[in-house]
C-alpha cells in the first residue's frame, strides 16, 4: 500500500516561488513512479510533472516547464516540487500521486494519490 502526504500550499503573489513537499510511504513506493497532479475547479486533472523510480528522468507539460522542477529524494522517501515564476493560472489543488515504473514517461493516469494541498497565486 502507498501513502502519499503533500504539504506547501499557500497564497502567494504573482512572481513568487513555493516548493511543495511530499511524503511517502509503503513498502513498494521506492518502485513507483511518481508525479504532481493539479486541479482546478472546472478543470481537467492535468499531470505537470512527473519523475522516474531513480529520480532521475522527468517529464514536464508544457505550461510548466522552466518554471517548476519536480525531485525526489529516495533516503527521505520525500517528492517535491519546486515551483518559480508562479502566475494566476497555476493556482490549483496539487496532489502528488503514485504509480506503476513506467508511468513517469506519459501524462496518463495514477493510482495513488495524496490529499492535495491549495496553491492560490494572485
Known amino acids: 500500500h502507498v501513502q502519499l502526504v503533500e504539504s506547501g500550499g499557500a497564497s502567494v503573489q504573482a512572481g513568487g516561488s513555493l516548493r511543495l513537499t511530499c511524503i511517502t510511504s509503503?513498502?513498494?513506493?521506492?518502485?513507483?513512479?511518481l508525479a504532481w497532479i493539479r486541479q482546478s475547479p472546472g478543470k481537467e486533472r492535468d499531470v505537470i510533472a512527473s519523475?522516474?523510480?531513480?529520480?532521475?528522468?522527468?517529464l514536464y507539460a508544457d505550461s510548466v516547464e522552466d518554471r517548476f522542477t519536480i525531485s525526489k529524494d529516495n533516503v527521505k522517501n520525500t517528492l517535491y516540487l519546486q515551483m518559480n515564476s508562479l502566475k494566476p493560472e497555476d493556482s490549483a489543488m496539487y496532489f502528488c500521486?503514485?504509480?506503476?515504473?513506467?508511468?513517469?514517461?506519459?501524462?496518463?493516469?495514477?493510482?495513488?494519490w495524496g490529499q492535495g494541498t491549495q496553491v492560490t497565486v494572485s
Open positions: 500521486a503514485a504509480d506503476t515504473p513506467v508511468a513517469w514517461r506519459c501524462r496518463g493516469t495514477y493510482t495513488y
Open positions: 509503503g513498502s513498494s513506493v521506492s518502485r513507483k513512479a
Open positions: 519523475v522516474d523510480t531513480g529520480g532521475v528522468r522527468t
